[in-house]
């Protein structure tokens, strides 16, 4: 992988790492809001439920900004692009649609296989 690619990834996972950030922040300051009383139960359980939707989105968010972490941490470490599983480079078709990705499509094909017929 050449230098203007790298540079290309860093600034996307960057981006998105920033994103994602500010997400996180609204979340916060939305959950600190003064609480609403609801006469209603429904009204108050509505409210309950999409907290709760709104806090699993978070939770997917959270572990999504560790993995873009990550992978500016392998770019800095010259180890970004390149499989973890075989060594091998990491496509920049599969690298665009997931730049988090740390396996090759082979590598990782592989692995869902197994563990699908484990029942994983």
């Given at each position: 992988?050449?230098?203007?690619?790298?540079?290309?990834?860093?600034?996307?996972?960057?981006?998105?790492l920033?994103?994602?950030?500010?997400?996180?922040?609204?979340?916060?300051?939305?959950?600190?809001?003064?609480?609403?009383?609801?006469?209603?139960?429904?009204?108050?359980?509505?409210?309950?439920?999409?907290?709760?939707?709104?806090?699993?989105?978070?939770?997917?968010?959270?572990?999504?900004?560790?993995?873009?972490?990550?992978?500016?941490?392998?770019?800095?470490?010259?180890t970004?692009?390149?499989?973890?599983?075989?060594?091998?480079?990491?496509?920049?078709?599969?690298?665009?649609?997931?730049?988090?990705?740390t396996?090759?499509?082979?590598?990782?094909?592989?692995?869902?296989?197994?563990?699908?017929?484990?029942?994983?």
């Amino acid at each position: 992988m050449d230098e203007k690619d790298i540079k290309y990834f860093e600034e996307l996972l960057k981006q998105r790492l920033e994103e994602l950030l500010s997400h996180a922040d609204d979340t916060v300051s939305g959950m600190t809001a003064p609480k609403e009383n609801f006469p209603d139960p429904t009204d108050r359980a509505t409210l309950e439920s999409d907290r709760n939707f709104m806090l699993r989105i978070r939770d997917r968010e959270h572990k999504l900004i560790k993995k873009v972490k990550k992978a500016l941490d392998r770019i800095d470490n010259n180890t970004f692009g390149i499989c973890e599983k075989c060594g091998d480079d990491i496509s920049l078709e599969r690298l665009k649609a997931r730049p988090v990705t740390t396996q090759c499509i082979d590598c990782k094909t592989k692995e869902e296989a197994f563990e699908k017929a484990l029942g994983l």
